[in-house]
């Protein structure tokens, strides 16, 4: 019963974290409000708990679930999920930088600024296409790593 939890809170983290992302790729456009602005601070933040705890049930289900730790830290696509997933997190932080700012100053952002954080945000939805990619791989039991 445990495994099936894990697993089931793992999909709908993942499920509920791309609908955040894609939210925030509708939202930030060109002529952004203050009110928008603040909408999109507020489901950044959602994007931030949500990613923080798929990663703790994401590992969970790795150590305590039914194929185990050993089974995972010896696979190169579970590493290539994980380096993929911390990539996805280190470019989420200038869009998120960009977003409190907007929201201190009060000014409306200007399209160049627009532009570059939705450029952040593609490439994040890029990366995170692989996600599945790579589990699907290593479930499959492809990329094991002589030990």
């Known amino acids: 019963m445990l495994d099936l939890s894990l697993a089931v809170g793992h999909y709908l983290l993942i499920f509920l974290l791309c609908g955040v ?3 925030e790729l509708v ?3 060109p002529s952004l409000d203050a009110s928008t602005v603040l909408r999109i601070t507020r489901i950044d933040l959602w994007y931030g ?4 705890l798929l990663v703790v ?8 679930a039914a194929k185990g730790w050993d089974y995972y830290e010896h696979n190169a696509f579970f590493w290539a999920k ?3 997933f911390g ?3 280190v470019l989420s932080i200038p869009p998120t930088l960009r977003y409190i700012r ?7 952002p200007s399209n160049s600024e627009i532009a570059t954080v ?6 994040e939805v890029a990366l995170f296409a692989l996600l599945p990619v790579f589990a699907a791989a290593m479930a499959r039991g492809f990329g094991e790593i002589a030990h």
Not at 57 to 64: D, K, P, T
């Open 49 to 52: 708990i949500l990613a923080g």
């Open 21 to 23: 992302l894609a939210a």
């Open 27 to 29: 939202l930030v456009r």
């Open 82 to 84: 994980m380096a993929t």
């Open 118 to 123: 939705r450029r952040f945000l593609w490439v």
């Open 57 to 64: 049930v994401g590992f969970c289900r790795a150590i305590f």
């Open 87 to 89: 990539c996805i997190a």
């Open 102 to 108: 907007w929201r201190r100053t009060g000014a409306d």
